[in-house]
């Protein structure tokens, strides 16, 4: 019998076709009479017959277009056999500071190392690296050999991704020299960064496939990468002026890069400067005229002389980013620029939030003046200089404010531990005796900025003596989580008898806070 649908020949007798398994019947589906094949009407009654003829169950069609049996059956594979590629995610256009960092020398280390010593010196290398930049939130795209290629703003975009990438790569730096000291070989590496527009999206076939920037910037990273010398991180005139003030810096001049027609201007960066913020920054540039604020100002300023009167003060000021929380502190302090008072200010930051007591160890290191270029020995001996001063016995002392700063402690100091009084009460008592005690007969004002969960911290430590919960500042339960963005706390010790400081808190005989220290609460 001759099939209508392929054209195959089937022996006589068959009902199905054996090539494409289509009815070799034409039977009328309303009155049952057998009709030729040809026939598209039933020759008795008049029916359609190509209505009734159902597809073959060897092709048919889906919504996702025809399947024929070949393909049904493939699709009948455990997925485990043939994993599915997931669809790849839109392109995004983005900008991005992208660092490179490229281990200098690896191929004259590759000759002299075996492989498996290599492979753990460079297992090293990464790590160390890994660790500084995840500290500062930026994301590993690729690890090339020796090398790295990483992106500060993607996944995850900060306002800051700049100022993030070069502490990254002033970082490493410093990480590398503590790895040289347990390794045979030391490394050098050189580090490039620059910021620009990228598009990113998933690229590759098959397996193999990665999340890229594509664009000029981690070309650009990788050739400044190539211009610096060992042990130096250079970065374009794009990412010098994102952070202009905030770093120290070298011009290099114009250099010639390979594959752009005109030269490019390159910078060293030395390291980080003494401003810690764009405020700061903007300040020294000068600053327009504060508009609208003239109701906060005036109780900041009542509120301050109410802490001259020994009324002890805490304001603690909120509001989004932007909305000039820190001008406010920077015009109250130009107020009180001909008065004669102690200013403590303790800065908090997010790149410190593990870093326990950070607001009081920076605090510290500036009032005793510290510099990145002194030695440990240096810094030691400008601290037992400050104790001194102050009459605080050296070997009770050092051993406890050593450790905060990461200071070594010579041999002829005990260790803390040994002393029978408990490191933390010794820790309060250094506290109520240090200079804020020596300006307990003239007002004195405290600033605590930040962040909320540095805020948190640094006021629950107990290292700036009695005043050690929040409670003991005047602060309601909450009001550190209440704090949003930057937190201002203005404290006044009042004017008490120099030879009997009264301090802080519930020593002071209130265990509310409010009772004595009086709560205001500025929101913008």
Known sequence: ???????????????????????????????????????????????????????APAKRNTRQGRIT???????????????????????????????????????????????????DVVRAYQETCTDVI???????????????LVYFGYPVAHEDDARRALYAGLGILAALQELNKRVSHPLQVRIGIHTGQVVVGEIGSGAKREVLAIGETPNLAARLQGLAKP?????????????????????????????????????????????????????RTGLTPLVGRAQEV?????????????????????????????RLLQVLTERLADEIYAHVECRCSPFYQNTALYPIIEYVQRLLRFTKDDTP???????????ESYGFVLLEVVPLL????????????????????????????????????????RAAAGVLGGRR?????????????????????????????????????????????PAHPAPLGPQAGCSDGAARHGWQELTS
Request: aromatic share 6%; with cysteine.
């Open 453 to 497: 969960f540095a805020l948190g911290r640094s006021l629950h430590t107990g290292v700036s003596g009695p005043a050690h919960r929040p409670a003991a500042y005047g602060l309601p339960a909450g009001a550190v989580d209440r704090a949003a963005g930057v937190s201002l706390a203005l404290a006044g010790v009042g004017l008490s008898d």
């Open 69 to 119: 049996a070949r393909q049904v059956t493939r699709s009948a594979v455990p997925t485990m056999l043939t994993p599915s590629l997931s669809a790849a995610p839109d392109a995004e256009r983005r900008q991005l500071t992208v660092l490179f960092c490229d281990l200098v020398g690896s191929t004259a280390l590759s000759a002299q190392l075996d492989p498996e010593e290599l492979h």
């Open 402 to 441: 050593a450790p905060l700063l990461s200071l070594p402690l010579p041999a002829h100091y005990p260790p803390p531990a040994s002393y029978p009084e408990s490191t933390e009460t010794k820790a309060k008592n250094l506290g109520s005796a240090g200079p804020l005690d020596r300006t307990a007969s």
């Open 231 to 283: 042990d130096t991180v250079v970065s374009s005139a794009a990412t010098q002026r994102l952070v202009q003030g905030l770093f120290d810096w070298r011009e290099l001049g114009l250099q010639e890069v390979k594959g752009l027609a005109a030269p490019l201007t390159v910078y060293q960066v030395l390291g980080a400067s003494a401003l810690q913020s764009r405020f700061e920054v903007a300040v």
């Open 1 to 55: 019998m001759h099939c209508a649908s392929c054209g195959f020949e089937n022996p006589a007798g068959l009902k199905f076709c054996g090539e494409c398994g289509r009815s070799l019947t034409n039977r009328c589906p309303s009155c049952g009479v057998e009709n030729p094949l040809p026939f598209k009407f039933c020759g008795e009654c008049g029916t359609a017959l190509h209505a009734a003829k159902t597809p």
């Open 377 to 387: 020995q240096a810094k030691l001996n400008k601290l037992e200089s400050a104790l």
């Open 134 to 148: 995840r500290r500062y939130e930026g994301h590993i795209a690729q690890h090339l050999g020796d090398g790295l």
């Open 298 to 326: 005036g109780l900041l300023v009542n509120l301050w002389e109410q802490a001259k009167a020994g009324e002890g003060q805490v304001v603690l000021l909120s509001g989004e980013p932007g909305v000039g929380k820190s």
